[in-house]
């Protein structure tokens, strides 16, 4: 154990870049990854794991083929595998993300907003 703590707010500031991941920690399969999300997604899914949003600051939605579910500022919500979503951001918004390691942020419909992955910051 390394015993550093991880400051969001200060790994927040180490990158731009919207819809690209970064991860900040792994817990067994897991990592737990920070995320600038702007405009809108692409509609996705993962078949094979669920995926967690928390809303750090600002606010967020996740549009689903047949609802559209509102985050805010300390809010989370968990997609469940294989169900279509699409994340949209008015205004900038952080976001961490959980789901394992190796997971393909636009999952199997690829497409230019697909990012690297196991990037750290």
Same mark, same amino acid.
């Given at each position: ?8 707010? @200060?790994? =927040? ?15 067994? @399969?897991?990592?737990? *990854? ?10 996705? @899914? ?7 949003? =928390? ?12 609802? /559209? ?14 169900? *279509? ?20 942020? /636009? ?5 230019? =907003? /697909?990012?690297?992955? @196991?990037?750290?910051?």
């Amino acid at each position: 154990m390394d015993g550093n703590v991880i400051n969001l707010k @200060d790994k =927040l500031t180490k990158f731009s870049e919207h819809w690209s991941p970064r991860v900040i920690a792994e817990m067994n @399969d897991y990592q737990f *990854k920070l995320a600038k999300f702007k405009d809108e997604f692409v509609w996705h @899914d993962h078949q094979d794991t669920d995926e967690v949003f =928390l809303v750090i600051h600002g606010s967020m939605s996740i549009e689903f083929t047949d609802k /559209t579910v509102e985050l805010n500022e300390g809010e989370m919500f968990v997609v469940p595998k294989g169900v *279509k979503h699409k994340p949209v951001a008015e205004q900038e918004c952080h976001v961490l993300l959980v789901e394992p390691r190796g997971v393909v942020n /636009t999952g199997e419909s690829g497409g230019d =907003l /697909t990012a690297q992955n @196991d990037v750290w910051v």
